[in-house]
């Protein structure tokens, strides 16, 4: 009879390593994406620290919060941009580019294509040309991988005119995914780009459409996505009314578990398994 109290140690942490594998469903040591919906007030601006040290920045909120936006971005660990992407030329989104492009090197730059003809969007694109970095407007089929994540752009697909908003419509809608793990990034996207698009894929974390407002995001796209999450960005007390009570009311009754930049940056992490979430409040 075998003496069990010489078994030893080294397997002892094999098997027990290989039993939190399977029983989290995550592989032992793996790396992590870490997401961040940060908090710019009335605004949008997302931040993917990738598994390799790449980092993506998805819009740059609006321009009088670009000194804070940069500083957040920095206090992350950020000491490069590798993938900018402007989803569309409204200033919640890109009126923070000018200041980002002058405090982080750049590798390229992903851009809607919808020219809106703004002083901002006209500073933006000077600060890039000046800079020489690599510009590119990507439309619905072009995929690119950095590292162990990939990025699908799933919209525009086509130009669409005379909407309520044709910035807003026209704009740049992507799914990043780790492992099982994917993160649908929409701007401001509202009905009729959506229509375009559809079916949407489903996703595990949904960053809502257009600030929570009635026209980005409703049921019928809770349905389709079945997020697990939905993250919405917007200032307390702003002039939109942001979010709508519809969209509050649709959400609470998917079932979906929320989070509100208006409290403050939300922070995700995954192994491409499982999500896990650091935040001080979830909202009911």
């Known amino acids: 009879m075998k003496d069990r109290s010489k078994f030893p140690l080294q397997i002892f942490l094999v098997a027990l390593l290989l039993f939190c594998a399977v029983f989290t469903g995550a592989p032992a040591g793996a790396a992590q994406l870490r997401y961040y919906a940060v908090d710019v007030g009335q605004g949008d601006c997302s931040l993917f620290i990738l598994p390799n040290g790449q980092n993506i920045v998805i819009d740059a909120g609006p321009e009088k919060n670009a000194k804070q936006t940069v500083r957040y ?18 200033e919640d989104h890109i009126g923070g580019m000018k200041e980002l492009l002058s405090a982080f090197p750049v590798g390229k730059v992903w851009d809607s294509g919808y020219n809106h003809g703004s002083r901002v969007q006209r500073d933006f694109y000077r600060a890039v040309k000046e800079g020489k970095i690599a510009f590119g407007r990507p439309k619905r089929g072009f995929s690119e991988s950095f590292g162990d994540v990939r990025v699908d752009v799933l919209g525009p697909a086509k130009l669409l005119k005379n909407t309520d908003s044709d910035a807003n ?16 990034i929409t701007g401001d996207m509202e009905r009729e780009e959506r229509r375009t698009l559809e079916p949407l894929p489903q996703a595990v974390v949904l960053k809502a459409a257009h600030h929570g407002s009635r026209n980005g995001t409703d049921r019928k796209m809770l349905r389709d996505v079945s997020p697990e999450i939905i993250i919405l960005s917007y200032a307390r007390g702003n002039s939109y009314g942001h979010p709508h009570k519809e969209v509050v009311k649709a959400i609470r009754e998917a079932g979906v578990r929320r989070f509100d930049t208006a409290d403050g940056a939300v922070k995700l992490r995954t192994n491409g398994k499982s999500i896990t979430f650091e935040r001080k409040r979830v909202v009911k």
């Not at 000491?79 to 409204?90: C, E, M």
């Not at 419509?169 to 649908?184: A, P, Q």
């Open 73 to 90: 971005l920095k206090s992350c660990g950020v000491k490069k941009v590798d993938l900018l992407v402007a989803t569309h030329p409204h």
């Open 169 to 184: 419509n026209n704009g740049l809608v992507l799914l990043v995914t780790y492992g099982d793990i994917s993160f649908l």
